[in-house]
């Protein structure tokens, strides 16, 4: 199973592959220059624009480990976590981490969920014994991660009243509605593959 | 009222936060340092990953490679029964969230805000993600590269949410169409 190893090599190749012979092929090559130049600043621009709400989200939760809120939190949803992620050894960070980055995604707290999201990557990482390889509770947490829990979809929204829509919030419950299945639909699918290993 | 809930969420969160850190006794500003410090080191982290996987996205979009793709999975697509004009999203979406928010805002320009498309392009955007962004900024942080069943999962789990959200959102727009004609 080739393919499956190292997935982000051969995607990572051909989509920079194709898109050279492609952009040769339709006379696009100039335009690969510009590209290249603005999205290499754009990385570095991004990285440092999440430098000052990384820092204060988890600053503040800091604040909220030490003084033990975190903690009473974890313990409402422990044993649902108990049953998405089976693997992680009961109080250990990882899990508070997970609970703050689902949380924080609900509420559209984003660069916030970011900062706790890459936490939670890292504790889940000391429970790793390959280092190179995804754990079940890593995959579990970025499959659902990527199903989008954002309960308010606030940039829709603006659109839409951009646009002149008669109710621009109308769709918030639609939203939540298929929200809520895909993270279904994603813990499920996660479980069946968790299972085939 | 749910807007409002996600507008005052933060300033409602770092209110409780602190409150709580005071009323226990904790060095909350010494706490907040200490967490802070973090903000820099992770930021620096990310970024080869974040340049990694805009350079690529940026250069299969400019090159109009995201174009032809769409054009050839086409027939596919519409073998599945995807309404046509929202196949570009479903394809766009995972791997370029502005470039996505440019698809939904031509759906919602050419049929309206409140037109069946309109709205399924609005809510598909609302309940998905940009999976390839996400799964590489998370792996590269903690230097993972065999991302074992993670990304096949992934896009499993969003085909199929596509096609929940288009055949329950397909009923609800006929129930209110029903209800608005009686």
């Known amino acids: ?197 | 009222m749910l807007d409002i809930i996600s507008i005052v969420m933060v300033p409602f969160m770092v209110f409780i936060i602190l409150v709580h850190g005071y009323i226990k006794g904790i060095d909350i500003y010494s706490a907040f340092i200490e967490g802070a410090k973090e903000g820099l080191k992770t930021a620096i982290n990310i970024m080869p990953y974040l340049i990694a996987i805009f350079i690529a996205v940026g250069i299969f979009r400019g090159s109009t490679a995201l174009d032809m793709f769409i054009h050839l999975l086409s027939p596919i697509t519409n073998l599945l029964g995807l309404p046509q004009e929202i196949v570009p999203l479903v394809l766009i979406r995972p791997v370029s969230g502005s470039g996505a928010l440019g698809v939904v805002k031509d759906i919602i320009g050419n049929y309206g805000p409140d037109s069946f498309l309109g709205n399924l392009a609005g809510i598909m955007m609302g309940s998905s993600e940009t999976i390839f962004y996400t799964i590489t900024l998370y792996f590269g942080s903690i230097g993972i590269e065999d991302y074992g069943h993670t990304l096949k999962a992934a896009l499993i789990s969003y085909i199929i949410s596509i096609f929940i959200t288009i055949f329950i959102y397909g009923i609800i727009y006929n129930a209110q169409f029903t209800l608005f004609n009686i």
């Open chain 1, 1 to 197: 199973m080739k393919g499956v190893f190292f997935m982000i090599n051969i995607i990572w190749f051909f989509m920079i592959f194709i898109g050279i012979i492609y952009g040769a092929l339709t006379g696009n090559l100039g335009e690969l220059n510009n590209i290249i130049l603005k999205e290499a600043q754009e990385g570095v621009t991004f990285a440092i624009s999440l430098i000052g709400i990384m820092s204060f989200w988890l600053g503040i939760m800091n604040i909220a480990q030490c003084s033990g809120l975190i903690k009473s939190i974890c313990n409402i949803f422990r044993p649902m976590m108990k049953m998405i992620f089976p693997d992680i050894p009961k109080g250990h960070p990882a899990e508070n981490w997970i609970l703050m980055n689902f949380i924080a995604n609900m509420f559209g707290v984003g660069n916030g969920a970011t900062a706790f999201g890459l936490k939670a990557m890292e504790e889940l990482d000391t429970l790793s014994p390959n280092n190179k390889k995804a754990t079940n509770a890593m995959s579990m947490f970025l499959i659902i991660n990527m199903s989008s829990l954002q309960l308010v979809p606030l940039t829709i929204i603006k659109i839409r009243q951009d646009y002149g829509s008669i109710n621009p919030t109308s769709i918030i419950g639609p939203t939540i509605l298929a929200t809520g299945l895909s993270t279904l639909v994603a813990i499920i699918v996660g479980k069946i593959f968790e299972r085939g290993n």
